[in-house]
């Protein structure tokens, strides 16, 4: 049989012949790769109404396994406020095991508490709402309030927020400048974009710090907002900027995957850290420690906007700074962001017994003792300015969990906790919802054994700083 004749054979088989469902062999798999596709092969209509119809049933199985993990009820503390007036939420929020209490918990060590499989599921790393998808996603308030300034959309078409408001930082934050410490907040009440930031600040600022804040409030392209095929919003759009995330200077509780690892599955969730105390900090980016703020902010836009992916970031529009110039400007801007006031603190850092109630000395003396809080945030801001790796895996053995990798953290960097009580949610990628839970937290990873009453005052204590 000749060749032409073997083709028509072949293509009767595999059409009107006998083989309807015909199918080709598998090939090889195709193996890891540290680079996202470049060339999209699905139209975009047709990936937007993929996603938009999965939409819902994937937040719906989020949200059952958050409140799997915590108890997340609105319960704000009746005597503590943020800074701008916003309530704190109290109380211990993540959830143990039928039949097992904090106590009892402590008793055990880290060997048996893995060998029980009892470490709570609120204290393992906390997935992205769709961490195979990934991408950075903004809470309700955020996204309504560029609608309103810019008519700018950071909704996703894929994907909601997925912590309740309650949790959050306040939101628009005050600003603290520590050129004007004597102005108090200058924000206004507003949340500084591009269509206010010159009223607000011509006066206040230099030439280059205004110019520093404008390339802070700019959007550029990023993974999931960009004007080609590959984005997560229904309108081609201009991108993110800084202050999208860091609101006033301060976090609003953005979230995104850090772009270091891969495969996907061990990408880390990253909570949005907050940009007060710059002037003070000598590592940045949570588990980066990278060496300056210039070098954060550079990496930031070069990097982190696009999964740490160089290639990808070159199709959807990379914003190359300069490093002279805009660079500089928007680092020194930073720098300017100070903590809030703690009327209780001496100028060492300590609290004035003169001024501070019986529980916050308790907690005070409890944190340079028997808590060891002081081994890593030293006064007056409160960090070590190094990082550490807290061994979590001592605790639990690793597993997948909505299509996280949750293992050990490795080295995260120590935050300085002045403010702290503005800032929740707390550790690097936001799994600790309340001050309550952080203090219990580390209670186990420390093994410091401390009492109820003991938690309580120190809690009183960290709410002054």
């Known amino acids: 049989m000749d060749r032409i004749s073997c083709s028509a054979l072949l293509v009767w088989l595999l059409g009107a012949g006998g083989i309807t469902n015909a199918q080709p062999l598998p090939g090889p798999a195709a193996p890891a790769s540290s680079y996202a596709p470049v060339r999209i092969e699905e139209p975009f209509d047709q990936t937007q109404r993929r996603l938009t119809q999965a939409k819902p049933a994937v937040m719906q199985a989020h949200r059952e396994y958050l409140a799997e993990r915590y108890d997340l009820t609105d319960r704000p503390a009746a005597d503590v406020t943020m800074s701008g007036g916003k309530p704190v939420q109290q109380g211990v929020r993540v959830r143990l095991r039928p039949g097992v209490t904090w106590e009892s918990l402590a008793a055990l060590s880290p060997g048996e508490i893995r060998a029980q499989d009892l470490w709570p599921a609120g204290f393992r790393p906390l997935p992205h709402p769709n961490h195979p998808e990934g991408g950075m996603l903004f809470p309700p308030a955020v996204i309504a309030e560029l609608q309103r300034q810019e008519q700018r959309d950071l909704a996703r078409f894929d994907l909601d927020f997925d912590l309740p408001d309650h949790f959050l930082p306040e939101f628009p934050a005050p600003i603290f400048l520590t050129t004007r410490a004597d102005l108090g907040d200058v924000s206004r009440g507003q949340v500084v974009t591009l269509e206010n930031y010159f009223g607000l600040f011509n006066g206040l600022l230099n030439p280059k710090q205004l110019e520093g804040l404008r390339l802070l409030l700019t959007p550029f392209p990023q993974q999931q907002f960009n004007a080609t095929d590959d984005r997560r919003s229904v309108r081609p759009s201009r991108g993110v900027a800084c202050f999208d995330c860091h609101t006033n200077g301060h976090t609003n509780a953005a979230t995104h995957l850090a772009g270091d690892a891969r495969p996907q599955a061990f990408r880390h969730r990253v909570d949005t850290p907050s940009l007060r105390g710059v002037n003070i900090q000598q590592i940045f980016g949570s588990q980066r420690a990278l060496k300056s703020v210039e070098d954060f902010t550079e990496f930031e836009q070069r990097g982190a906007y696009f999964d740490g992916d160089p290639v990808i ?30 009327p209780k603190l001496d100028v060492l850092g300590r609290l004035d017994p003169q001024k501070a109630a019986p529980a916050e000395l308790r907690g005070q003396e409890l944190f340079f003792g028997k808590a060891q809080c002081v081994a890593c945030h030293a006064p007056p801001y409160y960090t070590d300015n190094t990082m550490h790796d807290l061994r979590t895996g001592r605790f639990f053995a690793p597993v997948m969990v909505r299509g996280a990798m949750l293992t050990t953290d490795g080295p995260i960097k120590t935050f300085p906790l002045r403010g702290i009580k503005d800032s929740p949610p707390y550790l690097h990628d936001g799994r600790l919802l309340t001050l309550a839970d952080t203090v219990e937290f580390f209670n186990l990873i420390l093994g410091t054994r401390l009492t109820a009453d003991e938690k309580t005052d120190l809690e009183a204590f960290l709410r002054t700083l």
């Open 313 to 342: 970031a070159t199709k959807k529009g990379v914003n190359v700074l300069d490093r002279g110039s805009q660079v500089q400007a928007m680092a020194e801007m930073q720098a300017l962001f100070d903590f809030p006031p703690a």
